[in-house]
């Protein structure tokens, strides 16, 4: 998996990603920094990114 078909995952249940070096960041749409989570694994990316956008949206793109 790629970062770019994370970050179109992601995107479509509301959550941004952005990449700066090693480190991914994750947030909600307008999310402020107390609610950004930060990893440097894509798979790892993708899970927080589900959790984040809570049970409700992460459904929705499976």
């Not at 970062?3 to 960041?25: N, P, Q």
């Not at 402020?32 to 929705?60: C, F, M, S, V």
């Amino acid at each position: 998996m790629r970062f770019s078909d994370v970050r179109e995952t992601l995107r479509s249940i509301g959550v941004v990603m952005s990449k700066r070096g090693e480190t991914i960041r994750l947030n909600h749409f307008g999310g402020l920094e107390d609610t950004a989570k930060y990893t440097t694994d894509l798979q790892d990316a993708l899970a927080l990114g589900r959790e984040i956008a809570g049970p409700r949206r992460a459904g929705a793109s499976r």
